[in-house]
């Protein structure tokens, strides 16, 4: 069999788009070919680098970005140049193709929380993500959660989804966590200890509370410093005013997007990671967290507790006091850290690359028969 995947997040930056693709394409190069044979779709120009080398990966560049040539133009051209059996869409289903279809929607979550997107967003997902849904041959989605929201929201038949769980990649692992604090100094120069949040920096996230609540646990005589990993993206500026505004700007970080190959360090130098978002499809830095364990605060709604299971303190995201108070309750309590490391670790372990790779190649088959 003969698989187009679209794997143009590569190289982008784009935080959980691009994570996936990154575990996917890793998971499907270790896993037993079985005859099939892929065409990977990259856009960036440095996307291909993160292309696994595979005898059975071909790596084709679409020159043109834009996705208003590569979805409906580009890719219909090339399913029946190379005679693909099988398409891999990303969130978007590009009409008029030879091959089957399948797509990856990881959420819908601007239907549920329109507030949290903004308005192009809203009109361009509502119609896009709709119509990609109903004219897939199979939907992957990345949570029972975001299942559930897609048959309810769009009416697609149950069976028509498969819910594929996203996993660490080998690189998020427990290290020296002396060490990892040394690099920081080094390189980032942050100093220890300190929270780490790491994702995009928009409304979704949550970061406005959460900065309200890490102004809580100061006034508090707590001394660790608040370290932001993430790109700014719709309605930062609002969580940059918040900091200023509590006059914070000396305690929390903002360290912009930091390469995949680095996340480990910030994660095992944290003394607790904080992840108090409003909604997510997923979560993938939750996982991430855990694998190299450290103690989760997070929030409870949508996915977040699928995720973590039993391995994380959880507060109402909609609550200052409820983020400030799991907080304070990891930092102060030795043994609850402990048990939240151990548990994160065991969990972490339910969710790996080659059952992703298993799951989506069955997906592959079930959607061509």
């Not at 990966?57 to 996705?67: E, M, S």
């Not at 119509?131 to 048959?151: E, L, P």
């Not at 609002?238 to 900091?243: D, F, M, Q, S, T």
Request: with cysteine.
């Amino acid at each position: 069999m003969k698989i187009g995947i679209d794997a143009h997040a590569l190289g982008s930056q784009s935080a959980g788009n691009e994570s996936y693709y990154l575990q996917l394409l890793r998971a499907l190069a270790c896993h037993p070919s079985n005859g099939n044979r892929y065409v990977i779709y990259f856009t960036h120009p440095d996307g291909k680098r993160y292309i696994p080398a595979c005898e059975q990966f071909h790596a084709k560049r679409i020159w043109l970005a834009n996705p208003y040539f590569r979805i409906p133009v580009a890719f219909p051209i090339e399913c029946r140049r190379e005679k693909l059996d099988v398409f891999h869409a990303q969130y978007v289903t590009p009409p008029f193709c030879s091959a089957r279809i399948v797509t990856t929607i990881a959420d819908i979550l601007f239907e549920n929380y329109p507030e949290l997107y903004s308005p192009s967003e809203r009109i361009i997902f509502g119609t896009l993500f709709a119509w990609s849904a109903r004219h897939s041959d199979h939907i992957i989605t990345v949570s029972q959660s975001s299942k559930k929201d897609i048959v309810e929201r769009y009416h697609i038949d149950p069976k028509r989804i498969t819910v594929v769980y996203e996993a660490p990649r080998q690189e998020f692992r427990p290290m020296n966590a002396e060490s990892c604090r040394e690099i920081l100094a080094r390189d980032y120069d942050i100093r220890s200890p300190f929270l780490l949040y790491v994702g995009r920096i928009n409304a979704r996230k949550n970061l406005e509370r959460l900065v309200e609540a890490f102004s809580v646990l100061s006034g508090r005589g707590f001394s660790q410093q608040l370290v932001i990993v993430g790109k700014q993206d719709w309605l930062a500026s609002r969580v940059l005013e918040k900091v200023h505004s509590l006059s914070l700007d000396s305690q929390i970080r903002f360290v912009g997007y930091v390469p995949n190959d680095h996340l480990p360090v910030f994660y095992n130098a944290a003394e607790v990671f904080v992840y108090p978002s409003i909604c997510e499809g997923f979560g993938i830095p939750l996982v991430e967290a855990m694998a190299c364990g450290v103690p989760v605060v997070t929030s409870y709604g949508s996915s977040l507790e699928e995720v973590v299971s039993d391995a994380a303190v959880l507060a109402d995201p909609y609550s200052v006091s409820s983020i400030a108070s799991a907080l304070e309750k990891v930092l102060s309590d030795p043994a609850l850290a402990a048990g939240l490391r151990e548990r994160g670790l065991r969990r972490a372990g339910e969710f790996s690359e080659a059952r992703k790779a298993g799951d989506t190649i069955r997906v592959y088959h079930q959607a061509s028969a």
